[in-house]
């Protein structure tokens, strides 16, 4: 197996509820498949409730790294939410940074209160641009919801980064990782999601 | 099939704690028990999964001292047992280990304790490693998520080597990271419980088991020294030796490979950190007069080896020791790889930077002009906001400046904004209720304040009950608000007492929580959190009525459990035309005060809006909008 670098390290975020813990296992247990070495590390508790949540891939060949990737360190950054992106590069960017964004955004309480206003999306996104190498978009809450159930944007994100072609983590390797741990019965569905990530997302320009 | 049960030769991606329930099982595991804490949950959650298949019997006990009760006894028996908790939890338990020590354990007996450097799912931050001196038991910390199951496997055998109960000590980036994981043997046969009565376990005569107590401590000290879990890296003379364990060698590890100082650092790594293998350790000294200690929370490895260096430093000749004493590293919170670089860089002056300087800035100023913070709140829908809404107003219209005392849950969250700032005190389990009662007993010196307390329906099995038998017997006013959302929800939904079912999953007879404090002798209500006017009326006139301890017993499911089995209630919707925005003289009740992360405000239009992603139709906020202009429809 080739990573683009070893270690690769990789950050999935958002807002606690969005189903990064579980996005993070099925991407670690897809490229553990594949013959890596993957070290995960998660924020869990009391972040789980509408906090910013992260979990931290670290992707290897040869060793096992620490499950904290350090600063200015992440190699790819998917997330299920724009400012909480923006919050990751923060501390984790760097000028070679890949970043996949869910554009849908999930108010924080200060928001809600009208303490302080969402900023403006396109904002947001040209920021993360300029802080990234490269930018992907899509608004995986919506295609969702269409779908019934915003639970599925996490998966719809997979199915995105495997269209990236930038890990080995194609559409076979997630129906046998899924199979292992999904009943049959969620299986089209989550198929059908990953696939529906796979043709939204879009470069941005 | 589970991973945990996968075929020996196999690799899995595990959780640490993960990791432990399969060691465990590698070493034949019989007997199981912990009551739930992050991080240490999924340890017993995992071994639960499996233990119908596996012939094992594991339970979620009510608290961690019954824990450990009950697979102490298994031990006695002879059977293979295990018990986890995290760091509060071993305070519960402890009594009950400060005796065990005494009287020494049968088959292997493992304690696995979770510890929560930087209080990541805490109400403190506390290393229990100090409980394996208190006791005189020996300690192992793990630095890798293999290393947990080999340990794991090992301690078993090394307590029945010494007849000690075996502390692990894990933290939260051990318990909960994965990694790859190799897995071992299950074994096929395992022994048949048998107590010998001909050898009681008593911990008379004291002066002789403690006696033996250290006896079998140096006998540990001796299979220390020679045991592959502590390990030296590094040149023959280092310019400074780091000395880790638990997760930070791997930050020392990486923070030495990335400053590019493997020629000059050395790195020892510790895993059986209690009693010190003293011998191996003086020798280890001798590589260099500068040595760093890497551990998290207490300087336990620290304040141990410089006492150790006191007896021999005649032949060890003079150290520099750093750590936490002279604050190279921080005294508080969990450590990562950038704060041991950072240490590691100031303490041998050299430059390391990790990504370009104007990079930095600018993507700090991005983040600090551009990023509000995210505060912790309830869920859309959680039955604990609307609580807290009715004892707000139910306060209000009192006038008396109530005092509600808290207790540990979700609903802890309850003095923040989400709980509208209702909740004044915060500690250990039980300790609402234990608090109640002492200002529940104060009028006579002329405290006028109404008393309240709050606890969940698994807080309450675990440590309220005795506080409500005490506050009946003393005669304390209060009223207890007893939250039951069937389950232990906070660390991931845990059954209970209450809830009808077991940790395998089996039905088990509920013990009523009604029934129970009309047995304690408490005047008992019961109230819907969703009904926000009844209760708040049901709460006012308890508060204004009555005496002695009063409770009001709150249904309603967590809104994660309900969002997982069932549809929405309701569908909801605002009347764009009702709504009147700004205009309205609520001052944004709604979103600004309910704080419902479902109900977000358009800026575009200045009214309210349903985020569809966001609700779970609970139906509540159409009673708080003063213009009726939140509908909802039984969905």
Redesign the interface.
């Known amino acids: 197996m080739r990573l683009p670098s070893d270690p690769f390290n990789i950050i999935i975020g958002g ?3 969005q189903g990064n813990v579980l996005a993070s ?1 099925i991407l ?2 897809m490229l ?1 498949s594949q013959g890596s ?11 789980q ?4 949540v992260m979990s931290h891939l670290r992707v290897s060949t040869q060793n ?5 990737i ?4 992440a190699h790819l950054l998917v997330a299920l939410e724009p ?2 992106g ?2 990751m ?3 984790y ?3 070679d940074l890949m970043t996949l964004i869910n554009t ?1 955004p ?9 303490k ?4 403006d999306l396109s ?2 996104l040209s ?1 993360i641009k ?2 990234s190498k490269k930018v992907w978009t899509l608004n995986a ?1 919506e295609i ?2 269409r779908m019934g159930d ?1 639970i599925l944007a996490n998966v719809i994100m997979l199915g995105a980064l495997s269209a990236l072609e930038i890990l080995p983590a194609d559409r076979v390797v997630f129906n046998k990782v899924m199979g ?1 741990l999904f009943p049959p019965e969620r299986m089209a569905v989550n198929l059908q999601a990953f696939d529906h990530g796979r043709e939204a997302v879009q470069e941005l320009a | ?1 589970n ?1 945990i049960l996968n075929p020996s030769g196999r ?3 595990l959780m640490g704690n993960e990791a432990i329930a399969r060691g465990a099982l590698e070493a034949g595991v019989q007997v199981c028990a912990a009551y739930p804490g ?2 240490s949950s999924e340890i017993i959650a995992s071994l639960a999964a499996v233990s119908a298949e596996m012939g094992i019997h594991v339970e979620w006990s009510v608290n961690e001292k019954v824990a450990l009760e009950v697979v102490a006894a298994a031990s006695f028996a002879g059977l293979r047992s295990l018990c986890a908790m995290k760091q509060n939890g071993m305070n519960v338990a402890c009594d009950f280990l400060l005796n065990l020590n005494l009287t020494g354990s049968g088959g292997g007996l493992v304690v696995i304790v979770a510890d929560d450097p930087g209080a ?3 109400t403190n931050e506390e290393d229990s490693r100090l409980y394996a001196k208190l006791a005189s038991l020996p300690l192992l910390e793990p630095a ?3 290393e947990t199951k080999e340990m794991t496997r090992w301690a078993f055998e090394l307590s029945e080597t010494l007849t000690l109960p075996v502390l692990i000590r894990s933290v ?2 051990i318990s ?5 994981v190799l897995l071992g043997d299950l074994p096929l046969e395992k022994p048949k419980p048998y107590f010998e009565t001909t050898q009681p376990r008593v911990t008379f005569p004291v002066i002789k088991n403690h006696q033996r107590l250290y006896q079998k401590l140096g006998q540990a000290a001796q299979i220390f020294e020679t045991s592959l879990y502590n390990e030296y890296r590094g040149p023959v003379n280092p310019e400074l030796l780091i000395m880790a364990c638990g ?1 930070g060698w ?2 020392a ?2 923070a030495v490979v ?1 400053l590019g100082l493997v020629n000059r650092v050395g790195l020892l790594k510790l895993g059986t950190t209690w009693p010190l293998p003293t011998t191996w350790l003086m020798h280890q000294l001798e590589k260099s007069d500068n040595v760093l200690f890497v551990e998290e929370v207490d300087p336990f490895l620290e304040n141990n080896i410089k006492e150790l260096y006191a007896q021999h430093c005649p032949t060890l000749g003079l150290k520099r020791f750093r750590g936490k004493a002279d604050r190279s590293l921080p005294e508080t919170g969990e450590l ?3 704060i041991v ?1 950072k240490a590691v860089q100031n303490l041998l002056n050299v430059f390391y930077q ?3 300087e104007e ?2 800035s ?3 100023e ?2 600090q002009q ?10 859309a829908g959680c039955p604990h906001r609307a609580t807290y809404w009715a004892v707000k107003n139910a306060l209000a219209l009192d006038g008396r400046k109530g005092i509600l005392l808290g207790d540990i849950g ?1 609903y802890s ?1 309850g003095m923040g ?2 709980g509208f700032y209702q909740m004044k005190t915060l500690h250990a389990m039980g300790s609402g209720a234990g608090l109640a009662c002492g200002l529940g007993q104060l009028k006579r010196f002329g405290l006028n304040q109404p008393v309240l307390t709050v606890c969940g329906d698994s807080t309450f099995y675990h440590a309220v009950m005795p506080a409500l038998a005490n506050a009946r017997y003393n005669g304390a006013n209060f009223i207890l608000l007893l939250l039951d959302n069937s389950g232990t929800a ?2 991931g939904f845990q059954p209970h007492p209450g809830t009808g079912k077991k940790a395998s999953g089996e039905t088990a007879p509920v013990l009523d929580l009604k029934a129970i404090c009309q047995a304690l002798g408490a005047e008992v209500e019961e109230a819907d959190p969703f009904q926000l006017a009844e209760t708040t009326e049901t709460l006012l006139r308890l508060l204004q009525e009555g005496k002695g301890p009063r409770v009001l017993i709150l249904r309603r499911e967590c809104a994660l459990i309900r969002g997982k089995q069932q549809k929405k209630l309701f569908q909801m919707a605002i009347d764009q035309t009702r709504c009147l925005g700004d205009q309205c003289g609520c001052n ?1 009740l709604c ?3 309910y ?1 419902c ?1 479902g ?3 358009d ?1 575009l239009t200045g009214k309210a809006k349903i ?4 609700c779970t139709g609970c139906g509540v906020c159409a009673e708080i909008c003063p213009a009726s202009a939140i509908g909802k429809e039984a969905a």
């Open positions: 807002v606690g509820g296992m670690g247990r553990v070495i993957v070290t995960i590390g998660e924020t869990y508790g009391a972040s409730r509408g906090g910013s096992q790294f620490s499950p904290l350090p600063e200015g360190k400012i909480e923006l919050r590069i923060g501390q960017g760097n000028p849908r999930i108010h924080t309480l200060e928001v809600l209160s009208g302080v206003t969402y900023p904002l947001i920021k300029e802080l809450t969702a919801l915003p292992d | 099939m991973p690799t899995e991606l992050n991080p990541l799912s805490s890798t998520i293999q939260t980036r909960h990271a994965r990694s790859n997760s791997l930050y590890l990486e990335s990562n790889p950038d670089a990790s990504r370009p990079y930095s600018r993507a700090r991005a983040v551009w990023v509000p913070g995210r505060d912790i709140g309830f869920c979700c969250l904004a989400t906070m660390t944004r979103t600004r005060v704080k992360p109900l977000v405000w800026p985020d569809e992603a966001i």
